[in-house]
């Protein structure tokens, strides 16, 4: 079991990305997926995740109302939609598999793999 995520970058405050999360050899949609990320100093923050069966989704409060998770099972992917990016969003983030499939945010994961590094900044 490997997920890899993809799509970070250099933006602008106020400004938007899309992560993707694929897996290889399994099937994304068997599994809570959470995204989480680390900044450097910082501990490692959940900032969302989506149940296996995408009827719970949880998001930390600082991003709330701009970030927003999805699933597309037939491309086997999540997506972390990532609008009116702050200066305290920067970090390298993940994807992984939900220990607890999505029952709240408890920083728990199974499978991850790299991240991806978002940078903000004008």
């Known amino acids: 079991v490997q997920l890899q995520a993809y799509g970070g970058g250099l933006v602008q405050p106020g400004g938007s990305l899309r992560l993707s999360c694929t897996g290889s050899g399994f099937t994304l949609a068997d599994y809570g997926i959470g995204w989480f990320r680390q900044a450097p100093g910082k501990e490692r923050e959940e900032v969302t995740c989506?149940?296996?069966?995408?009827?719970?989704?949880y998001y930390v409060d600082s991003v709330e109302g701009r970030f927003t998770i999805s699933r597309d099972v037939a491309k086997n992917m999540v997506y972390l939609q990532m609008n009116n990016l702050k200066p305290e969003d920067p970090a390298v983030y993940h994807c992984?598999?939900?220990?607890?499939?999505?029952?709240?945010?408890?920083?728990?994961?199974?499978?991850r793999g790299q991240g991806t590094l978002v940078t903000v900044s004008s």
């Open positions: 992984a598999t939900e220990v607890l499939d999505c029952r709240g945010l408890h920083n728990a994961f199974g499978s």
């Open positions: 989506i149940s296996s069966s995408a009827d719970r989704k």
